[in-house]
């Protein structure tokens, strides 16, 4: 990730223990965090609303709804906050978190370690028509049923794992998913 040290320019910089940069010319230290990202588990009468990626990492593959939590927010916020801005569309506050995974995110030649987030919210008659895409992001919306995913169409490892955990609590069938 570095290079040179940001703060002197050195170029003796090291990653050290997995998690920090040091530069042992003047004492720079850089703890390399992870980030928090949500997603969104959003069961209707269609079936699990996915998004499909209009861009990298994982372009044309399916993805929750949800994102990168921001500076001075909370998951939930954060949720919101994504959904609103990929469709047009608000879960409202009462997602129930489901699970968290690790996943690995890469973006511009940096490996992004990230806790994912998953929450579940029930919105029975919610459809396309519904929904705002944001075109740059979302290159488009499908309901499937659990019964039909493919877990390799799915974009990160971490939503193959939500998916995977979903759908063991609840087992698949034609019928509307309930969310606990």
């Not at 499908?142 to 974009?155: G, Q, S, V, Y």
């Not at 087992?171 to 969310?179: M, R, T």
Request: negative net charge.
């Amino acid at each position: 990730m570095f290079h040179f040290c940001p703060s002197c320019a050195s170029p003796r910089i090291r990653f050290e223990a997995h998690k920090l940069f040091r530069c042992p010319d003047c004492g720079f230290v850089y703890y390399h965090n992870i980030a928090a990202a949500t997603g969104c588990i959003i069961a209707t009468d269609e079936g699990i609303l996915f998004l499909i990626r209009a861009k990298e990492p994982a372009q044309g593959k399916l993805d929750l709804p949800g994102g990168f939590v921001s500076l001075e927010e909370g998951a939930v916020e954060g949720l919101r906050r994504e959904c609103r801005e990929e469709i047009g569309w608000d879960p409202g506050p009462q997602v129930s978190f489901f699970a968290s995974f690790p996943n690995t995110y890469p973006y511009q030649g940096i490996r992004y370690n990230t806790c994912d987030l998953f929450f579940t919210c029930s919105a029975p008659s919610l459809r396309t028509e519904d929904l705002h895409r944001d075109p740059q992001e979302i290159g488009g919306i499908r309901f499937i049923k659990p019964a039909r995913l493919l877990m390799e169409e799915l974009a990160f490892d971490s939503t193959r794992r939500v998916m995977q955990a979903f759908i063991g609590a609840h087992p698949p069938h034609e019928a509307p998913l309930p969310v606990v």
